[in-house]
């Protein structure tokens, strides 16, 4: 059974930056299509970046510019670089995996942009 595992958030000023993390267990991450999502309070969890086992990259237009998603396949990890950020960013990160009809989400990361 596969795990995910996010770390990496915490309390940020607008403009700084913070790098997330989602450890992979139990999968083969290369085979599978990642993505980090968001929810904020009293919103709908919406995605923020995706890279495909391909390597292939989107983005929501609201990061573009400010945010890159990466992955490390032989450590089995999913990364996303946020810089610039702004209180707007403040939210739960999770991370998705998803092959064919398996998917998988980790527990999320709280992420507050505040001065």
């Known amino acids: 059974q596969g795990q995910l595992v996010e770390s990496g958030g915490g309390l940020v000023q607008p403009g700084g930056s913070l790098r997330l993390s989602c450890a992979a267990s139990g999968i083969t991450l290369s085979y599978y299509d990642t993505s980090w999502y968001r929810q904020a309070p009293g919103k709908e969890r919406e995605l923020v970046a995706g890279i495909t086992s391909a390597g292939t990259t989107k983005y929501a237009d609201s990061v573009k510019d400010r945010f890159t998603i990466s992955r490390d396949n032989v450590k089995k990890t999913l990364y996303l670089q946020m810089n610039s950020l702004v209180p707007d960013d403040t939210a739960v990160y999770y991370c998705?995996?998803?092959?064919?009809?398996?998917?998988?989400w980790g527990q999320g990361t709280q992420v507050t942009v505040s001065s």
């Open positions: 998705n995996a998803r092959r064919y009809s398996a998917g998988y």
